[in-house]
């Protein structure tokens, strides 16, 4: 096999990888991105997903994304065209969002105002999408609120007890009157 052949076999085979790895990721990233009051963030999520900010699934998610780190470490874009680089890029941006929210900003860990998004966020997205409420939606629902209390006992030990003022003000500020507005909500 000629060297020409062989650098677009190993382009080919490393540009597929990195389509596995995006496919892959972005699965992953559907299960474990935090619900965000900022609508630039929303995805599907699979079905019956809840929010799951247990210090075992923080664990997990670390570990996880630094196999992804690797992996698309392990590619050379060099060669590839201009559109390819820049695919690899994004997703470099992407793994590099989520070391950001984990590492950085951590607000899983000094943000209370975090939770209201990771409990009611969670429920408002599902409100969003216009009636009907058919079964799956409304079991959705169900599932998500019942997993509100599990995600509390969660921010209780997540949540540095030195956290930010503000922050605990925001979310203080989310929750008045959360029973009034959430009984106005109507299936119908």
């Known amino acids: 096999m000629n060297s020409i052949a062989q650098d ?4 080919t ?5 990195l389509q596995d ?7 992953w990233r559907a299960e474990h991105q935090p619900v965000s009051s900022d609508d630039i963030p929303r995805i599907e999520r699979p079905p019956s997903w809840v929010p799951d900010w247990s210090i075992k699934t923080l664990r997990a998610r670390r570990t996880d994304l630094a196999c992804f780190e690797a992996e698309w470490k392990s590619i ?3 060669s590839w065209s201009i559109t390819e680089q820049v695919d690899y890029r994004l997703i470099g941006s992407a793994l590099a969002r989520v070391r950001w929210e984990l590492d950085i900003t951590r607000s899983h860990e000094i943000n209370p ?11 408002y997205l599902l409100l969003l999408p ?4 058919d079964q799956q939606r409304s079991a959705e629902l169900v599932t ?3 997993n509100i209390p599990r995600t509390v006992a969660e921010a209780k030990i997540n949540l540095d007890p030195a956290a930010v003022k503000p922050f605990a003000l925001a979310a203080l500020e989310k929750l008045k009157d959360v029973d009034g507005r959430l009984s106005k909500w109507s299936p119908s």
């Open 8 to 11: 677009t076999i190993s382009h």
């Open 130 to 133: 216009p009636p009907p409420f």
């Open 13 to 17: 085979s490393a540009y597929e990888q």
């Open 144 to 146: 998500r609120m019942r």
């Open 21 to 27: 790895l995006a496919r892959n990721f972005w699965r």
């Open 113 to 123: 105002d975090f939770y209201i998004n990771q409990t009611l966020g969670a429920i």
């Open 76 to 78: 050379d874009p060099s």
